[in-house]
């Protein structure tokens, strides 16, 4: 499942596309066996937003940084909310290159794992 959203009105993107980015964020976990969101995010410019799947409430936010040598370090927080005792939440801090897909995840007693992949903007047709 694919739930995508946009930070920015459609104004804002077509003034500033060169400097829009298309944020992939794609979990596979006991709370979202394969769910991703898809937003538009600008470097330097906090993001945040929610996605529901069932009867988990996932947070995403963060802050994309400006490249250094082809690289852009992303600062993501991950919040996975099904019950008071059914969560978790992660924050870590993330080096991204232009269409390469990076996965982390931890294991904690059950496996968490998200990807991540960052591509230049592409306005709809």
């Not at 690289?71 to 232009?98: F, G, V």
């Not at 995840?105 to 059950?110: F, N, S």
Request: proline share 5%; glycine share 4%.
């Amino acid at each position: 499942m694919l739930w995508a959203a946009s930070a920015f009105s459609f104004a804002q993107a077509a003034s500033t596309k060169e400097e829009l980015f298309d944020l992939k964020i794609r979990l596979a976990d006991p709370f979202n066996k394969d769910f991703a969101v898809l937003t538009t995010v600008r470097t330097e410019q906090p993001f945040e937003l929610t996605a529901t799947n069932g009867a988990t409430v996932n947070k995403f936010s963060g802050v994309l940084h400006n490249p250094t040598k082809g690289i852009y370090p992303l600062d993501l927080t991950i919040s996975e909310w099904k019950s008071p005792k059914q969560n978790i939440r992660e924050t870590t801090k993330l080096s991204l290159e232009l269409g390469k897909t990076r996965s982390e995840g931890t294991i904690a007693g059950l496996v968490y794992l998200y990807s991540v992949v960052l591509r230049r903007h592409q306005s709809d047709p």
